[in-house]
């Protein structure tokens, strides 16, 4: 086989790409060897390839395309230098007679890196963000448009009265008081339904409501009259305790209804409707996602409270408690009424129910303080989280 002329070639040999000198070639023929031609594999082409890309990358950039035709062959491409901040450089061919033909520009790394974020971009994108939240309103306002009627129905409690006597607030028995226009009556109830009072509420040994067990023992009361004047309540909601049979209402209000006492219906169909609804809104998901209700691990128990300086559970019939698992460091949102200089919204335990804290604790005699979602982080040593409050108090966490 007749060979060109050179020193070395590029030749397969034992599996191996490489250059090959002629006089190593010789040796191998004569020792049986055979010659054969090898078609270069797409592998090799793309190592080529790679390879080209590589010295075109590390090659210079020129100041002008004469720089580069000077410095280049015919066929070999170039890079030259662009005056646009925004452009690295330029690419040119040359081609025969000394020509350099514009290929592109390559944008520089900080044009790239910037432009999506500079202002004037802003404007242009404005459109399409006012766009995309109209769109989100318009779908929030269309999925909770059927949800506009009342979350719960409320019906009025037919109530028979026995007048000349009213509930004494902290025994629950009936106190004899002739022609001083007291009345009172009890109705059936059942734990976790919730109700609501209007009324007028005179006398300091007299309540809102007290409640009864199923037989008949007195449990606790809720909202006790003040020592001077009158108390009026509209619409007050509250929710029937864990133990709770029977609530027991008295005023000396000289008109009917005396007391309007109304019954909750909760539409659950329409509330899982309503809760899925609003986890469906992109604005609030993620926000509704990262809260749930935590479920007590003991209670709600009725006739006690948590004492803020010991963490004692002490007797008290107008008092419920409950306790719940914490971990030391995370955030709690809390909700509930503080009433009693004793007592503290939050009182923390360390293991085996030990005594380490408490989180706002009341100060003032007779005054109440209504917390709604306080946030609260777990003390350091904290296990367990315990909260107190009057018997029949609307929230409780």
Known sequence: MPLAAADYFLAVHNGTTGILGTTALGTILAAGGVLASVVMTDGLLARITALEDQAFAESPIYETTAEGIAATGVGDRFRVENSDPDIAYDIYDHEVGGVATYVTDIPSGSALATKPTISNALSEYAEQAETARANIGAASVQELAALDVPLS???????????DEYLRYDTGEAVALVENSYRWAKVAVSPGETLRISTTITGANTALGIWYDASGDYLGY???????????????????????????????????????????????????????????????????????????VEGPVVGAFLHKNTGVITSNAGYQYAMWE??????????????????????????????????????E?????????????????????????KTGAVSYA
């Open 326 to 363: 914490v971990t030391e460091g995370e955030t709690l949102l809390l909700s509930g009424e503080t009433d009693g200089t004793a007592t503290a919204l939050a009182v923390w335990y360390g293991p085996g129910d030990s005594y380490l804290s408490n989180s706002f604790p009341v100060t």
């Open 153 to 163: 129905t409320w019906a009025s409690v037919a109530l028979s009265w026995t007048v």
């Open 222 to 296: 809720f909202e006790r009259a003040p020592s001077e004047g009158s108390a009026v309540y509209d619409a007050y909601p509250v929710r029937v305790p864990a133990g709770a049979a029977e609530l027991g209402v008295c005023t000396k209000t000289p008109t009917p209804p005396y007391v309007l006492l109304e019954r909750g219906t909760r539409n659950e169909a329409l509330a899982g409707d309503l809760a899925a609804a609003v986890q469906d809104l992109p604005e609030t998901k993620s926000a509704v996602s990262d809260n749930q209700l935590v479920e007590p």
């Open 365 to 389: 005699t007779n005054v109440k303080e209504v917390y709604v979602d306080q946030e609260v982080a777990v003390p350091a040593g904290a296990v367990k989280l315990g909260m107190s409050q």
